[in-house]
């Protein structure tokens, strides 16, 4: 099972982006979905995650500027981005905690590879 990112780019402050990610594969279920950054000099921190029943998580800097939707089945998320600021430029990363139907005793973590969010004052 493999993560695709895809979105980002460069931004001036208060503009908009959007980011992807797509779970792909076979035999599995996706239990939550969502996405980190990590910022130049700084540790991976959470940006959003949408859970199973549709719960979702968001960091408290991005609340009521990011929104987190996804498929069903939480194989696709998207991460819509408003009102951005120059402290959001970061690496974006897909991440996703999913149960392989074949051992699903043996959750595992999933990440996609970055994309790099920058954002001009």
């Known amino acids: 099972v493999q993560l695709q990112a895809s979105g980002g780019g460069l931004v001036q402050a208060g503009g908009s982006l959007k980011l992807s990610c797509a779970a792909s594969g076979s035999a599995f279920t996706v239990n939550s979905i969502g996405w980190y950054r990590q910022a130049p000099g700084k540790q991976r921190e959470v940006v959003a995650i949408?859970?199973?029943?549709?719960?979702?998580i968001y960091a408290e800097a991005v609340k009521g500027r990011f929104t987190i939707s996804g498929d069903d089945d939480k194989t696709a998320v998207s991460l819509q981005m408003n009102n951005l600021k120059p402290e959001d430029t970061a690496v974006y990363y897909c991440?996703?905690?999913?149960?392989?139907?074949?051992?699903?005793?043996?959750?595992?973590?999933?990440w996609g590879q970055g994309t790099l969010v920058t954002v001009s004052s």
């Open positions: 949408i859970y199973t029943g549709r719960d979702t």
């Open positions: 991440n996703a905690f999913i149960i392989p139907s074949t051992t699903p005793t043996t959750p595992k973590w999933l």
